[in-house]
């Protein structure tokens, strides 16, 4: 495994480069020239960049090492489980409050909050205690939720409302930044296995690295973008008012009618029109696999000896071939739908999961098969977030569009705590479980919702056959914003 993880990386880092240079050359670049001309908003986006990425290159350290960290620590899988499911159940509670808190503390204050939560993560990885443990997973749902949408949230307020930069402007800085987070990705993995393995610094090196990380992208944010809010003469941006001012309460109960308000329109959103909510189960189904993926990578692998960062920059540089593949099947030489490539990127997801139902028999396992199913299932996810993220463009209204795939989220946390919380209950049964079938049990129930995903996308696309928003005409569309995966 040792040689064949090298291999990998060195041919999907050849291959991402290739589909790169065949992309740029099918599809010249359509950012705005005038955007790239002008130099208040390079400077601006500049600023928002070197927080962004900052706290991405943190959140991406995590990644490789987490489940090693646990297994250092002598916890059973059972036990992990339960330490995933908690931060999942945390994405679920504090996810709605994500949206509200910046509202009320304002957004630069929200973010240097999700600097200090994330630090205070990190740190409690230091620890072999398991309560401490469990508070460092629900720190880090709350960290995960808030930088899933702050950081945005600044940039979007600012760029629009302070600036009065045309919108058509926005996709320039996200497209940016989603290009530099495969990269960060694919780094992160190399630097966690250089301070692991290579330096012998043990699974908690990523973490501590991490911390130092983010209490740069607190100070960029601090003064930055301090300075960025005094000289248009905004200083504090809060929605909230001072505590002895006579309408701060009005105002906190403004900022709460309006989070409960966006929470109904959303949900009314999404049962009065069947395309939203056929494309809700997609992404709750099919999400929700990849968080249970990120679970199972490493006790599958782990015991033969892989160099677990070399294996995780395997995945994520497998997930930019799929973006990248994307690029070129949407481009005016190919032309294909976005529908076509999410029906096609559902099959091989349930390709990948029907193989490693085979690959991980107890007893029987096959390592490089399933190292190769992995590798398949970041392809499809590759595929799959450009695809679907055009598809929420185009069916859901823009005004209802962040508190709708808020709904969508609730679902899809909850099927992966449902799914660990099996696999912990099949496990503990079993001692333990990590000789028993458990986890290829758990993959033939992924395989499963994988094809419920794949009946969701025929019956949507049957559903809206003649229907215009789901098709793409021209040129790449919209959407491509959002293809930001968050290992955690």
């Known amino acids: 495994m040792l040689v064949t993880a090298y291999l990998a990386i060195i041919f999907l880092l050849a291959l991402c480069v290739v589909l790169e240079l065949t992309a740029r050359r099918l599809t010249p670049p359509q950012s705005a020239p005038t955007a790239v001309a002008n130099p208040a908003f390079r400077r601006f986006q500049s600023i928002f960049l070197r927080a962004y990425l900052l706290a991405l290159w943190a959140d991406w350290l995590q990644g490789p090492y987490l489940y090693k960290l646990y297994r250092h620590y002598s916890f059973l899988e059972s036990q992990i489980a339960i330490l995933y499911v908690c931060g999942l159940a945390s994405c679920v509670l504090f996810a709605p409050f994500s949206g509200w808190l910046p509202q009320v503390l304002g957004r630069r204050q929200t973010c ?10 990190c740190l409690t990885k230091l620890s072999t205690d398991y309560f401490v443990l469990i508070v460092g997973r629900i720190l880090g749902g709350l960290s995960t939720s808030l930088l899933t949408t702050t950081f945005e949230s600044w940039y979007v307020h600012r760029h629009v409302e302070v600036h009065d ?12 930044a989603a290009t530099w987070n495969h990269g960060l990705a694919v780094g992160a993995g190399l630097v966690a296995n250089l301070l692991a393995e290579w330096l012998h610094l043990g699974p908690v090196a990523p973490f501590l690295l991490a911390v ?3 209490a740069c992208c607190g100070w960029v944010v601090l003064t930055d973008w301090g300075k960025e ?3 248009e003469g905004l200083e504090g941006e809060k929605q909230k008012l001072p505590l002895g001012t006579p309408n701060a309460g009005v105002a906190r109960l403004s900022a709460r009618a309006r989070f409960s308000r966006s929470c109904h329109d959303g949900l009314r959103c999404l049962l009065s029109d069947r395309r939203v909510m056929l494309l809700g189960g997609v992404q709750a189904l099919f999400e929700s696999v990849l ?7 490493t006790p599958v692998l782990d015991p033969h000896g892989p160099p677990l960062g070399i294996v995780f920059s395997c995945l994520m540089a497998a997930s930019m071939a799929g973006s990248l593949l994307y690029r070129l099947a949407t481009s005016t030489r190919y032309r294909l739908q976005p529908g076509h490539v999410l029906c096609l990127a559902v099959l091989m997801a349930f390709f990948s999961l029907f193989m490693l139902t085979f690959s991980t028999t107890p007893g029987q396992p096959r390592p490089r098969e399933s190292f190769l199913a992995f590798l398949l299932l970041e392809l499809a996810s590759g595929l799959y977030f450009p695809a679907v993220s055009f598809l929420h463009g185009r069916v859901i209204p823009e005004e209802k569009r962040q508190s709708v795939l808020a709904w969508f989220r609730l679902p899809l ?8 919380l099996a696999l912990h209950g099949e496990t503990a049964g079993t001692g333990g479980g990590e000789e028993g079938s458990g986890t290829r049990h758990m993959f ?19 559903l809206g056959r003649n229907d215009t928003d789901l098709r793409m005409e021209g040129t790449r569309g919209e959407g491509e914003m959002e293809n930001i995966l968050n290992y955690d």
């Open 112 to 121: 240097l909050l999700f600097c200090v939560s994330y630090s205070a993560c």
């Open 291 to 297: 968080y249970i993926f990120i679970f199972l990578w």
């Open 229 to 231: 809010e005094a000289e």
């Open 413 to 420: 946390h909850l099927l992966a705590c449902f799914g660990l």
């Open 212 to 214: 130092p990380c983010l």
């Open 444 to 462: 033939g129930g992924c395989a499963v919702m994988m094809l419920a995903a794949f009946m969701a996308v025929v019956s949507l696309f049957t």
């Open 165 to 176: 930069f045309p919108k058509e402007w926005i996709p320039t800085t996200f497209t940016k």
